[in-house]
């Protein structure tokens, strides 16, 4: 993580300061074990290999699961480490892929100057394809084997303007109105209530500069999809999804976002293009 990242950090547990970056930058600048720190609560979150730990405190794992939502969340956070390994071997997504990536860059538009965030990289699937088009790039997950695994694709890869955050996205620690682009590929549906769906949104919402581009890819209910299983329920090893009729992800998407485009072109996901309303307050 790069120490530039106060410029957009903030605590995920209601604080609004900005948090405060300890530890020695490496060659690259960037500080590989340190930790932030919040000067308000005084509560501090580890960098580790990189990563920051920027976790909410229901979600720690010192902390007891105080309701069912966060139940599910430590469940799939659990199931998606164990998975980590071997989800870039899973065939169709490399293949569907092919389709999807393409797409979701042209509803998303990045430009060389954008600050942009992906919310929900997994291990990094997209996560270099977006670094290359916009100047600096933070992308979060809650499952640290997916980031570790996300790090060493973009070490390979020769990318350097990425901040790996691991961090909720229902309450995501990130400063308001700071992103000139948001991404969220095949994460919406796996957020695990109606509550925390909506939270989710509002988030993206929040982060976004006025008149940002949102762009949102989530599980499609339709005819097509009807023989992949049931609209809602539970992946193997504990991952909740949900599958969205177009009215229902529009209407999620429209608590928080101005919907311009929503295509199930795709077949297996919807795919919506938002903007941030520009109300003026900004």
Known sequence: ??????????????????????????????????????????RSYPIADGIARVL??????????????????????????AQAAAYDRMWHLRAF????????????????GHIALEAGCGTG???????????????VDFSIESLRACA?????AGVRNVDLLQADICRLPLRAARFDRVVSCQVLEHVPTVASRGAAVAEFGRVARPGAVVTVSAYQHSLLTRGAGPKSGMHE???????????????LLAEALTVERLTGALGYVHLARCRRPDTGHD
């Open 1 to 42: 993580m790069h120490p530039s990242a106060t410029a957009y950090l903030e605590c995920p547990d209601g604080c609004r300061p900005p948090l405060e970056t300890r530890g020695a930058p490496s060659e690259d600048g960037s500080i590989q074990a340190g930790e932030i720190a919040c000067p308000q609560c005084g």
């Open 56 to 81: 909410p405190e229901s979600l720690r794992a010192a902390c007891a699961a105080s309701d069912e939502e966060v139940a599910l969340k430590r469940g799939e956070m659990a199931a998606r480490d």
């Open 97 to 112: 892929g092919l389709a999807e990536v393409p797409l979701t860059m042209l509803f998303l538009g990045l430009e060389p």
């Open 125 to 139: 699937r997209m996560t270099a394809r977006l670094a290359r088009r916009c100047a600096r790039l933070v992308a």
């Open 152 to 156: 060493r694709k973009l070490r390979a």
């Open 237 to 251: 090893g504990g991952i909740p999804y949900f599958r969205f009729t177009s009215r229902e992800l529009r209407d």
